[in-house]
Structure formats: structure tokens, C-alpha cells
């Protein structure tokens, strides 16, 4: 059974404290994504990574930054967190070099920022 | 930019009756569609996607590239398809490593 596992089902952080959300996956897929869901505007993706070392970009990347040191193992970084950033997170993985493939998700971590 | 669009947030029939689940996209180019859904309690998962013209738990979906939509249909709902519903987007040109654009979700309850 195909696994991405989140390191929290729910967080509770204060404003200003620096957060770390952990994502590992069995799978060997290359690529990793992190993604925000909340209501009314879906998904909305943060950063994504393709590679080991390598990070992009998404929509809204402000106030996150990523870490990719191990094939398995994606971090979200909140530098210093703000209410604003009390959310579902969700990270997910998909194999690279194929269109229409499938990306598995982990259970989700609902941060509170508070 | 691509955009994907659910206009309903909230949808609700009656068990056995017909259910249609709308999306609009706005892409450019040629694009690959997904729907995904999350039933309550569980994570995130794949449903179907347009490419493979396939058929799961009763639900079709067909690309109408005039249109430019991807509703999600079953001709007759059951209890167990109550769930959060989303149409997603992955750019099919250039290198897109699977990224993929979500529309807003609609929740879907069938009530018995």
C-alpha cells in the first residue's frame, strides 16, 4: 500500500514561532508537492520539488519556504507564523516523466496559528 | 494563466437520483483533467481521469474541449458518494512535474 505520511494530524503554534511540517513517501516518486486547502478556494499550491535539492515555486509561496535533502522527505517551513497561515496542509507525491499520473496524498496537518 | 472553476460549493440530491458535478477550465493549450475526491475522514484520492475514458464507482466525466468542461456525472447517487469533489488541471505542455491546478471543490451529499 502506497504511502505519504504527514509527521502531524494537528498542530497548534503561536504568531511568530518558526514551524516545521514533515512529508516522507514510499513510493520513489521524484516529485513533491505542497499544497494549502481551505474552503472556498480549494488547493492552492505552495512549493513543489522535482528533484533532490531542487524546490519551485507555486502560487503562494510567500511566507514558506521548502527543504529537500532526501529523495523521500519534503519539509514545509513556516519561518515565522502568522494567523493568516492557520490551515489544512497537505503534501502530496507523483512520479515525474508522465502526464495523467496519479498523485497520492498524505492525511493532511491542520495547523492553528493562534 | 490556467484556471479551473467549480461553480457549485454545495450540491445535494436525493439518493438515486441523477448528479452532476460542474467544472470549467481555462487553458491555452491541451490539457490533462482529473477529478479527485475526499470522503470524509480519509485523504485526498484520485477518481478518474479523462484520459482513460473509464468508469469508476458509476462516475464518467468527458472533455468538451468546445466548452472547455469536465463535469462529473452518475446517473444514479448513492449515500456513500457524500463527499468533497475536485476538478484538477495538469498542464500537458512543456515540463509541468505533475503539477496540478484545483478548482474550488464541491461538496456533494446524498441524502437517503
Known amino acids: 500500500d502506497v504511502k505519504v505520511t504527514q509527521s502531524s494530524r494537528y498542530l497548534v503554534k503561536r504568531t511568530g514561532e518558526k514551524v516545521f511540517l514533515e512529508c516522507v513517501q514510499d513510493?520513489?516518486?521524484?516529485?513533491m508537492f505542497w499544497y494549502r486547502q481551505d474552503p472556498g478556494l480549494g488547493l492552492r499550491l505552495i512549493y513543489f520539488?522535482?528533484?533532490?535539492?531542487?524546490?519551485e515555486k507555486g502560487d503562494i509561496p510567500e511566507g514558506y519556504s521548502v527543504s529537500r535533502e532526501k529523495k523521500e522527505r519534503f519539509s514545509l517551513i513556516l519561518e515565522s507564523a502568522s494567523t493568516n497561515q492557520t490551515s489544512m496542509y497537505l503534501c502530496?507525491?507523483?512520479?515525474?516523466?508522465?502526464?495523467?499520473?496519479?498523485?497520492?496524498f498524505g492525511q493532511g496537518t491542520r495547523l492553528t496559528v493562534v | 494563466a490556467q484556471r479551473v472553476t467549480q461553480p457549485e460549493k454545495l450540491l445535494s440530491v436525493f439518493k438515486g437520483a441523477p448528479v452532476e458535478l460542474k467544472c470549467n477550465y481555462s487553458?491555452?493549450?491541451?490539457?490533462?483533467l482529473f477529478w479527485y475526491v475526499q470522503y470524509s475522514r480519509q485523504r485526498l484520492q484520485l477518481l478518474l481521469r479523462h484520459i482513460s475514458r473509464e468508469s469508476i464507482k458509476g462516475f464518467t466525466a468527458d472533455l468538451n474541449k468546445g466548452e472547455t468542461s469536465f463535469h462529473l456525472k452518475k446517473p444514479f447517487a448513492q449515500e456513500e458518494d457524500s463527499a468533497m469533489y475536485y476538478c484538477a488541471l495538469e498542464n500537458a505542455g512543456g515540463t509541468s512535474y505533475g503539477k496540478l491546478t484545483f478548482g474550488q471543490g464541491t461538496i456533494l451529499t446524498v441524502h437517503p
Open positions: 502530496a507525491s507523483s512520479p515525474q516523466g508522465l502526464l495523467n499520473t496519479e498523485a497520492f
Open positions: 513510493m520513489d516518486h521524484e516529485n
Open positions: 520539488s522535482y528533484d533532490v535539492k531542487m524546490k
Open positions: 487553458y491555452s493549450g491541451s490539457p490533462e
